[in-house]
């Protein structure tokens, strides 16, 4: 009877850690999708929704969350499909699409200049990637400064 308990209780325990992963990377997808969406509408996209026939087809036959190229005789559009969020299509032209590979290098850009920038005020700290008082794994037990003092301290 204990050991069925236990066998129960560890089945739960698996079962809400798994079902908690999932709500974690629904949100980050989600928040993803919806960043993307805001550079799309920064990049001049246009909202269609998919209320008819056509565009529920197009919605449903293109990739999920991809821009993808689409060639017509007079003119190219690139087409971002979320079936998930909102059930709709963002539509394009080549200036949007160009605008949108330039917002996106400019997030890229913004993104490494702040995360230098926080390494550079991090080593400016004296603080290190195991934090300041050095890494007290291994070595803390060979390391003769490994008395919870930083590395730098001379005592």
Known sequence: MKIHLIRIGTLMLALLTASGCTTIKHDMRESSTRSM???LKDAGFKIML??????????NGL????VTRIPRPDNVYYIYSDPDLCSCLYVGRQAEYNRLQQLSADMAN?????????IAENQQAGWSPSGAWGNMGYWGLTNP???GRPAWDPE
């Open 63 to 66: 990739p999920p969350e991809r």
């Open 50 to 59: 998919a209320d008819t026939q056509e565009r529920q087809k197009m919605l």
């Open 110 to 118: 913004a993104n490494q200049a702040m995360i230098t920038h926080e």
């Open 37 to 39: 969406e805001g550079q």
């Open 145 to 147: 400064n490994s008395m």
